[in-house]
């Protein structure tokens, strides 16, 4: 299989045929995925639909549909920082990312990547495949995502990298189109020098598109100074933050995949009314067991 690469290619819209099921329930369902997992952090995969509880702004819904994710398709879009700070990581994202392309993506899943410095640029998209992922289609310097930074007297008022930019456009503008379980993978040392958009808009984008996030932080060797913006996404969509594999990236992958392939997705019909944000709380029944899932949803017919 030719090796993936992080440049030169362009993304094919929408998402194809999928051979796995997914809802067929109308669009006014809200899906959550939900992993529970025991004592050891190993994933729960028996529980019944009657073990769970789902409140909605602190009342009880009736969970109209649970499948485990392992038969729905999967949509993940990796968000590579290739800023200054992270020059000395980007051969280990280049890696990294084809490592996990090449190990996580199954036929019928797609991926997508997108690169951020002052710009946000949507490089290339694969497909799984029997025999591993392909590209879908390629071009020379990818393609511009996203509302671009404004740039008077030629100066970016973005700084160098709008980490949020690129949050909120993959989310926005692709994440939102696919059908199945949606994650989001994050390479970076966390420091936004000045998006269009903030941190809060940008995780408002990845709860409207129902996604998960993973985050691997590289620490700018020069300056310790990010904040907690991607531990705040990781925590609020009921994904995680991942040290850096520096090689191995046996454990961070087994993670992620473990995670991805052992969520429960739970549909319910929301109430209408209110501000279209909801917050959301997710229980089992069964003692022992821990749960984690996204803390709000955006309503339907706000999306």
Known sequence: MRPLCLVGLLVAPGLLAQDRPVFH????????PVLVTDAHGI???????????????GVPREIRHILLEDELPLAIGIVVDISASQRAFLREH??????FLTRLLRPGDRAFIVTVNEDVVLQ????????????????????PLGAPCSTPSGRHLCGGTALWNAVYATAHLKLSSFTGTKALLILSDGNDTGSIHHLDEALEEVHRAGALVYAIRYPDPVSQSAG?????????????ELAPPNGDYTAAFDRI???????????????????PTH????????????????LQYVLPSAQ
Do not use: K, M, W
């Not at 280049?94 to 490592?99: L, Q, S």
């Open 25 to 32: 329930a109308d669009a006014t369902l809200v899906t959550v």
């Open 43 to 57: 994933p729960v995969r028996d529980l019944e639909a009657n073990e769970f509880r789902l409140y909605d702004n």
């Open 94 to 99: 280049r890696t990294t990312v084809d490592a």
């Open 124 to 143: 290339s998209e694969f497909i799984g495949r029997p025999s591993g992922p392909s590209q879908i289609l390629t071009a020379r310097g990818g393609e």
């Open 228 to 240: 907690d913006g991607l531990s705040r996404l990781a925590a609020e969509t009921g994904g995680a």
């Open 257 to 275: 995949q473990r995670d991805l392939r052992s969520h429960y997705v739970l549909a319910f019909r929301p109430e209408t009314g209110g501000g």
């Open 279 to 294: 917050r959301l709380r997710v229980e089992v029944s069964r003692p022992g067991l821990s749960v984690r899932s996204r």
